[in-house]
């Protein structure tokens, strides 16, 4: 996920008084026009305080006795301050640097050769099709990042939350200067994510079509199984039979099964002389029936329009197809209600220029968690709820930029007493229809004979119970470690949150590469023993852990995971109090679920 803006604070998604402040782009020189928007963070420290008004509109509640504040024991004097502060910046350049390559798509060459037939580089596209100055939220833009050969930056399209003729709708773009747009496995993954933020938010969907259809060369990862390229156009089904508004805007090619993009959307966009819509294209027409014919003969947007009727309107270049898209979604029927009631944003009153310097990079390191949810809620206020109890969690009620959240958070490793906390707590929320924010930082739950007697694992499976089953939107932000049962305790990707988003230095797999390496040599030497062989000898045992830490310090990597789609995007987090009010904003569109027949059990 990438988020930036461009211009001043013009209105949040929902409402019309604030947005995030204004930040420099960092994009690269020579790349897409208009990308400050969409391409990479802004510098973080001018915006780490967020929006000083309702976060899409809203009003206060009625008064009442407001949270206490948090305060910080971190001093930015001490050599723990300053390192601390070097390593996130360490890190936060390395993630720039990294989204300004990917967001340059196939390379000067294949930008070059798009411009020069008359279309708008993707990235224009998007930006031209929202609103001006609004904030779009992208989700994972650096998907297959190290994959391919490097041939597929940001999986070959661009997917995310903006808002167009004031309305937030998610956007998925094909970028046709990387392999003309055609689909890679990631590629699949990343379109039918977008699709899934779009159904679980009540989010319209705006497609701009320009590819080439499935990677001939990988058909095999990408075609036949239930979540491969189908999987697309069964998905626009359910959108629609779900009321979801879906709009195509054809600007380029539109092969093969691609050509249902545009066939399954309410309304469909094609630009003449440049969009095609077509099954079989003319070498395989050729090959099939030896009928020679041009593309704009068998798909063109003349024939789609007048003669077919496959697409709804006619447009005579992209900035048209484009301005025709913003009509129609200006058009659409009224948003459903916002299922919580927003209370005017406040910034926090711990300065967030300090979260670098307050939390270290080494998820083992030990620190408070309140020094981040402290730089991240409004007004640093934090209902605590069960402070004394199970206190490895933190759990209580905050806002941030006016949507109301219950914060679990972790402070160490979950003991019974923290995952009954954290039960309770998920139900209370439940109850309350109140959107809940996990901030994961946990290397499992406390393991040993007197825990597994205390019944840790019953204990534990509470708590997973309530994370699964939860009826209000869920967001996760890893903000170090995430390991092992943990990661289920504290909504991980398998259980479904609404988004999840890495921070830089945050590692995430079944346990650490050095439990691992202990685990498998131990079994190793048992194996050697069992043999009758010799002991295994210090230089020989090291010899085989060494790989097995390097496997799991590579692949629990935070960019090894948002190259596969395990997560919605790596953030600075200096932009996480920014990245969830949008992330709010977006689930606000979609009522809650009634609750179930089960009130709150207390643990």
């Known amino acids: ?127 031209t099709l929202l609103d001006p100055a609004s904030p ?55 379109h039918l994510r977008a699709q899934e933020v779009a159904l679980e938010n009540r989010l319209p969907c705006i497609y701009l079509v320009d590819s080439g259809g499935a990677f001939l060369p990988m058909q095999d990862e990408v075609f036949p199984d239930r979540d491969h390229f189908g999987r697309i156009f069964y998905n626009q089904a359910r959108l629609s039979a779900a009321g979801i508004p879906q709009i195509a805007a054809v600007l380029g090619s539109c092969t093969a099964g691609g050509a249902y993009v545009p066939a399954m959307s309410d309304q469909a966009v094609i630009v003449r002389e440049q ?24 798909g063109g947007g003349d024939l789609h329009s007048r003669t077919s009727g496959v697409t709804d309107h006619l447009a005579e270049d992209d900035a048209h197809a484009l301005s025709i898209v913003r009509t129609i979604v200006a058009g659409l029927g009224p948003r459903a209600a916002r299922p919580w009631q927003l209370a005017p944003a406040e910034a926090p009153a711990v300065d967030p220029a300090g979260l670098y310097g307050a939390v270290p990079v080494d998820p083992r390191t030990p620190y408070d968690v309140r020094e981040v949810i402290a730089r991240l809620v409004d007004g640093s206020r934090f209902a605590e709820f069960k402070a004394e109890y199970g206190a490895t969690l933190v759990t209580g009620f905050a806002r941030i930029h006016g949507h109301p959240v219950g914060i679990v958070a972790n402070n160490g490793v979950l003991f019974s007493e923290s995952a ?62 995430s390991y092992g049962a943990g990661n289920y305790s504290m909504c991980g990707r398998a259980y479904s949150p609404r988004f999840l988003w890495m921070w830089p230095g945050a590692k995430i797999s079944v346990m650490g590469g050095e439990q691992a390496a202990s685990v498998l040599a131990t079994v190793r030497r048992d194996q050697l023993d069992a043999q009758g062989g010799e002991p295994w000898a210090a230089e020989a045992e090291e010899d085989f852990k060494r790989p097995v830490r390097e496997q799991y310090e590579r692949q629990g990597n935070a960019y090894y995971a948002t190259a596969r789609l395990w997560d919605d995007g790596v953030i600075d987090p200096m932009d996480t109090r920014t990245v969830l009010g949008l992330a709010l904003t977006a689930c606000a569109n979609a009522p809650l679920p009634a609750p179930g027949p089960y009130g709150v059990f207390r643990m």
């Open 1 to 127: 996920m990438v988020f930036s803006t461009v211009g001043p604070p013009t209105g949040a998604f929902g409402g019309p008084t604030a947005g995030p402040s204004a930040r420099p782009s960092t994009a690269a020189p020579g790349g897409q026009g208009g990308a400050s928007r969409t391409q990479a963070y802004g510098t973080g420290a001018t915006d780490g305080s967020g929006a000083t008004a309702p976060y899409g509109g809203g009003t206060a509640p009625a008064a009442a006795a407001p949270a206490p504040r948090l305060g910080t024991g971190a001093d930015p004097g001490s050599a723990d301050f300053r390192s601390n502060t070097a390593a996130h910046r360490a890190l936060v350049t390395e993630l720039r640097d990294k989204l300004a390559t990917a967001a340059l798509g196939g390379g000067a060459r294949a930008r070059a050769r798009h411009t020069a037939r008359g279309k708008l580089l993707p990235r224009d596209r998007v930006d």
């Open 136 to 190: 779009f939220l992208e989700l994972a833009p650096l998907a297959a990042d190290g994959m391919y050969d490097g041939t597929a930056p940001a999986a070959g399209v661009i997917a995310g939350i903006g808002r167009v003729a004031g309305r937030e709708v998610v956007v998925v773009a094909n970028d046709a200067t990387v392999k003309g747009g055609t689909y890679y496995p990631m590629t699949v993954k990343k």
């Open 275 to 298: 969009g095609t819509i077509f099954l079989g294209g003319p070498p395989l027409v050729k090959a099939a029936t030896g009928e020679v014919v041009t593309a704009e003969e068998l």
């Open 420 to 481: 009954l906390k954290g039960a309770h707590f998920i139900e209370l929320c439940d109850q309350r229809g109140i959107p809940l924010l996990f901030l994961q930082n946990i290397t499992g739950f406390m393991v040993g004979r007197q825990y597994e007697a205390g019944g840790i694992a019953k204990h534990g499976a509470k708590m997973v119970n309530a994370v699964a089953c939860t009826r209000v939107p869920k967001l996760t932000v890893v903000i170090g470690g």
